[in-house]
């Protein structure tokens, strides 16, 4: 009896022991402490979270993710086709790195053990921005997005030749980072001649008003605490941020009778309509010193809009001083 005990415990130590293959049934990667990671910050078109032994990888058409919140309840879906959207499970011999997942030239260490291939289901994105508040002027800026995946209905192909489907794979969040277009601008701001655009700009951005009311820059003097009031709206006074890339910004883009091809225009942000006594409003004082007139134009409680984003300027934003020298 004693003789047979034996051999079941060494066979039990032999089928215990293993040379560092991981055996996997269910894939967890719900540890708050696993954040995902990308390939390349510029593309996003492999997104992946690693722990010891394993990856799970979802590789997306390149800049798919386009910094902008998803609506509620709106998400993006797309569906896994095992080409263009692709989810992956792999298991390794050893601890897993970075390097294995994004290296040109991967190591030959760890090894692959267990590769899983999603062959059906959704990719579900949910998306929001994430802002920060400035509490001294009470301006916002978006300093990245957030993008939570879920994977609907996933079917993988295990390498026993078994499919293994489940209903709902929460993958959890990946975070982008994202630069708000400047909106600091020293210079004074100037007045095209021909269509009346008001504008101030820096190397990067500008600011604009377009068909600004005429009511509101006059060559005279306004009563102390009487500033000249108008209303932000998308056909008179509109007010427009636009961020530029390819090139520097330079007084010359301005003004023309065609708009320059360089430096080419980034982004688009449009303020939001106004409201009377509440938001959207374009203040202009006046001073004058001899002949000069100085308009100083003040937005307050403007919100800047793109697709689902936005985010909020200084309360009292000074787009600068427009100086009109008048003849005598």
């Known amino acids: 009896m004693k003789k047979y005990a034996s051999l079941l415990l060494f066979a039990l130590l032999l089928n215990g022991c293993d040379d560092g293959d991981l055996t996997v049934d269910t894939i967890d990667f719900s540890d708050p402490t696993i954040t995902a990671q990308t390939c390349n910050t510029l593309t996003n078109g492999l997104i992946y979270k690693i722990k010891s032994q394993e990856s799970l990888l979802i590789q997306l058409p390149d800049n798919l993710l386009t910094n902008d919140a998803t609506l509620p309840n709106v998400p993006l879906t797309y569906d896994i086709n095992n080409s263009t959207y692709r989810v992956v499970y792999r298991a390794y011999d050893g601890t897993v790195a970075t390097a294995n997942i994004c290296g040109a030239i991967p190591p030959t260490t760890p090894k692959v053990?267990?590769?899983w291939q999603a062959t059906a289901g959704k990719i579900v994105v949910n998306s929001s921005q994430i802002t920060v508040s400035n509490d001294?002027?009470?301006?916002?800026?978006i300093t990245?997005?957030?993008?939570?995946f879920t994977f609907k209905n996933i079917t993988f192909?295990?390498?026993s030749g078994i499919s293994q489907v489940q209903a709902e794979y929460v993958f959890g969040d990946?975070?982008?980072a994202y630069t708000s277009p400047s909106t600091s601008f020293t210079s004074l701001a100037q007045q095209c001649p021909d269509s009346k655009q008001i504008y101030n700009y820096n190397t990067t951005s500008a600011l604009t008003i377009d068909n600004i009311d005429a009511a509101l820059i006059k060559n005279?003097?306004?009563p102390i605490g009487t500033p000249r009031r108008g209303l932000i709206n998308t056909i008179t006074n509109k007010v427009l941020l636009r961020s530029y890339i390819n090139g520097t910004l330079t007084q010359s883009y301005f003004c023309g009778t065609t708009v320059p091809s360089t430096p080419s225009v980034g982004e688009t942000w449009i303020a939001e309509n106004g409201v009377d006594g509440v938001s959207g409003i374009i203040e202009v004082t006046t001073t004058a010193v001899g002949n000069v007139f100085t308009h100083n134009i003040v937005l307050k409680n403007v919100k800047l809009v793109k697709g689902n984003s936005s985010f909020k300027l200084a309360t009292n934003y000074v787009l600068g001083n427009l100086e009109v020298v008048v003849a005598p």
């Open 113 to 115: 053990t267990e590769e």
């Open 136 to 141: 001294t002027d009470g301006s916002t800026k």
């Open 144 to 148: 990245g997005y957030n993008y939570n």
């Open 157 to 159: 192909l295990k390498p």
């Open 174 to 176: 990946f975070v982008t």
């Open 220 to 222: 005279e003097v306004t």
